[in-house]
């Protein structure tokens, strides 16, 4: 077989291998029937909750003993909060990007062919070379470093998001149970106002109380019937919010279990614990993330000063003459030098220093606002279940026993009634911000449910 032949035959045999190790593009045409049905069956799927709930070491929620715990809530909202699967998808375009950065640039083919207008016996002139570029800089090497940060940066980014739906869900989850508690407390209310009410029409009948004493027990009444059903309809409004939190279909009954957890024991000897440290905030480690990012980015501006090397074979037939050779190229970082790009990645870096600094000092702050929100609200707490609650237990007491031993004082009882209600609503919002005020400092001080982000992987 001649140059002449040989040659075309090469190129074509190397076109099909590489048009063989190409990706076909495959369409994904959006289809959101088929995912309003998972969505309605997410729930359900305890496969898919499972794994997830083991890759952040909790156990898998089931709508069981009386519906979904908080605990079990936020491990459904991490798994299925709309927010945070997008984020998580978005992270995942930087892993893709990482998991394939660093890859040698692909060789170049080039061909030319001309023909001597000429009268001649081999008219025709053509040409091949194969161009290689050998990053003699280093550079691949930095890319993938710079591919990598970035990933940890979109990762911990992602991160933040969680703690901070952990923190949201925790605080909404608080304020839906104190309300729901206050409904309650209402309905009570209202049960013993029905009783007093009843007393004080037998008394009216006898003439021992006036009718207007009496509709000021009616007004009452009604007064606290319109509050318990504005109650219970911001109770209602409040659960939707926490299930479109969680990720599931609104409309689909789910069972949730309120509640008012509340440590023991906090206030007077936390004071001398010390301050805890704001380095693993998780705004100050993305901070750091990003710093790093900042950090591979002027890593890789200044390699681009340096050049590559370029290299091939080249063969060429000049009316029937064959030559072979080898091509060179070099750039010279004589007068550009990548100055430019240097000199704004340098100026990030120190603008992303300054964010590390700047978050540091706002999580200080914030951990010791928590801190001290959760004293006093430990304090308001037992200060009324300690001094109030007992004054007024002690005025409903007398005021029954004044009613045993004949002599009757309905609105004396009415107002210890009154005063008994008002102290519970009370008791039941300082349990509630005392609960919200210790929950989210656990939250700031231990960052649970926080999924690992994947090993680095080289290529």
Same mark, same amino acid.
Request: hydrophobic share 45%; net charge negative; charged share 25%.
């Given at each position: 077989?001649?140059?002449?032949?040989?040659?075309?035959?090469?190129i074509?045999a190397?076109?099909v291998?590489?048009?063989a190790?190409?990706?076909?593009?495959?369409?994904?045409?959006?289809?959101?029937?088929?995912?309003?049905h998972?969505?309605?069956?997410r729930?359900?799927?305890?496969?898919?909750?499972g794994i997830?709930a083991?890759?952040?070491?909790?156990?898998?929620p089931?709508?069981?003993?009386?519906?979904l715990?908080?605990?079990e809530?936020?491990?459904?909202?991490?798994y299925?909060?709309?927010?945070l699967?997008?984020?998580?998808?978005?992270?995942?375009?930087?892993?893709?990007?990482?998991?394939?950065?660093?890859l040698w640039?692909d060789?170049e083919?080039?061909?030319?062919l001309m023909?001597?207008v000429?009268t001649g016996?081999?008219?025709?002139?053509y040409?091949?070379s194969?161009?290689?570029?050998?990053?003699l800089?280093?550079?691949l090497?930095v890319?993938?470093?710079?591919a990598w940060a970035?990933?940890q940066s979109a990762?911990?980014?992602?991160?933040?998001?969680?703690?901070?739906?952990?923190?949201?869900?925790?605080?909404?989850?608080?304020?839906?149970?104190a309300t729901?508690?206050?409904?309650?407390?209402?309905?009570?209310?209202?049960?013993?106002?029905?009783?007093l009410?009843?007393?004080?029409d037998a008394?009216?009948?006898?003439?021992?109380?006036?009718?207007a004493?009496?509709?000021?027990?009616?007004?009452e009444? !009604?007064q606290? &019937?319109v509050?318990? =059903?504005?109650? *219970?309809r911001e109770? $209602? %409004?409040?659960? /939707?919010?926490?299930? +479109?939190m969680?990720g599931?279909?609104?409309?689909?009954?789910?069972?949730?279990t309120?509640?008012l957890?509340?440590?023991?024991g906090?206030?007077d000897t936390e004071?001398?614990?010390?301050e805890?440290?704001?380095q693993?905030?998780?705004?100050?480690?993305?901070?750091v993330a990003a710093?790093?990012?900042?950090?591979?980015?002027l890593?890789?501006?200044?390699?681009?000063q340096?050049?590559?090397?370029?290299i091939?074979p080249a063969?060429?037939n000049?009316e029937g003459?064959?030559?072979?050779?080898?091509g060179?190229?070099?750039?010279?970082?004589?007068?550009n030098?990548?100055?430019?790009?240097i000199?704004?990645?340098a100026?990030a870096?120190?603008?992303?220093?300054a964010? !590390?600094?700047? &978050?540091y000092?706002q =999580?200080?702050a *914030?951990l010791?606002? $928590? %801190?001290?929100r /959760?004293?006093?609200? +430990?304090?308001?707490?037992?200060?009324?279940?300690?001094e109030?609650?007992?004054l007024?237990?002690?005025?409903?007491d007398?005021a029954?026993?004044?009613?045993?031993?004949?002599?009757?004082d309905?609105?004396?009882?009415?107002?210890?009634?009154v005063?008994?209600?008002?102290t519970e609503l009370?008791?039941?919002?300082?349990?509630?911000?005392h609960?919200?005020?210790?929950l989210d400092?656990?939250?700031?001080?231990?960052?649970?449910?926080?999924?690992?982000?994947?090993?680095?992987?080289?290529?």
């Amino acid at each position: 077989m001649t140059a002449r032949t040989c040659l075309p035959t090469a190129i074509t045999a190397l076109a099909v291998s590489l048009l063989a190790g190409c990706i076909s593009y495959e369409p994904a045409p959006i289809d959101l029937d088929t995912f309003d049905h998972d969505w309605q069956s997410r729930m359900s799927d305890t496969e898919a909750l499972g794994i997830f709930a083991e890759g952040i070491g909790e156990p898998v929620p089931a709508e069981q003993n009386g519906g979904l715990s908080l605990d079990e809530a936020i491990v459904v909202a991490l798994y299925g909060n709309p927010e945070l699967r997008h984020a998580r998808l978005e992270a995942g375009v930087e892993l893709a990007t990482a998991e394939n950065a660093g890859l040698w640039d692909d060789p170049e083919l080039s061909f030319n062919l001309m023909r001597n207008v000429d009268t001649g016996t081999d008219p025709w002139i053509y040409g091949a070379s194969l161009g290689f570029t050998v990053p003699l800089s280093g550079r691949l090497g930095v890319e993938r470093d710079q591919a990598w940060a970035d990933y940890q940066s979109a990762w911990h980014a992602v991160a933040v998001a969680e703690w901070e739906l952990v923190r949201a869900l925790t605080r909404d989850w608080v304020a839906w149970s104190a309300t729901l508690a206050q409904a309650e407390a209402q309905g009570r209310y209202l049960t013993d106002l029905d009783a007093l009410i009843s007393t004080a029409d037998a008394l009216v009948e006898q003439g021992e109380l006036s009718p207007a004493e009496v509709r000021l027990l009616r007004i009452e009444q !009604v007064q606290r &019937a319109v509050t318990m =059903a504005e109650l *219970e309809r911001e109770a $209602a %409004r409040q659960r /939707r919010a926490l299930i +479109a939190m969680m990720g599931l279909r609104p409309g689909t009954v789910y069972a949730l279990t309120p509640g008012l957890p509340v440590p023991e024991g906090e206030g007077d000897t936390e004071g001398d614990a010390p301050e805890p440290s704001a380095q693993t905030h998780p705004r100050v480690l993305a901070a750091v993330a990003a710093y790093e990012q900042a950090e591979q980015a002027l890593r890789r501006e200044v390699v681009k000063q340096y050049p590559d090397l370029s290299i091939g074979p080249a063969f060429e037939n000049d009316e029937g003459q064959s030559r072979i050779g080898l091509g060179l190229g070099l750039p010279l970082p004589f007068w550009n030098a990548n100055r430019q790009g240097i000199a704004q990645a340098a100026a990030a870096r120190d603008a992303a220093h300054a964010r !590390v600094e700047l &978050a540091y000092q706002q =999580a200080a702050a *914030e951990l010791h606002e $928590a %801190r001290m929100r /959760r004293r006093s609200a +430990a304090t308001l707490r037992r200060a009324v279940a300690e001094e109030l609650l007992p004054l007024t237990t002690q005025q409903i007491d007398e005021a029954r026993r004044l009613i045993e031993l004949g002599e009757v004082d309905v609105l004396l009882l009415s107002q210890a009634v009154v005063a008994a209600a008002d102290t519970e609503l009370m008791m039941i919002r300082l349990r509630a911000e005392h609960a919200a005020a210790a929950l989210d400092y656990e939250r700031l001080t231990h960052t649970r449910w926080t999924a690992r982000p994947e090993a680095r992987t080289e290529n």
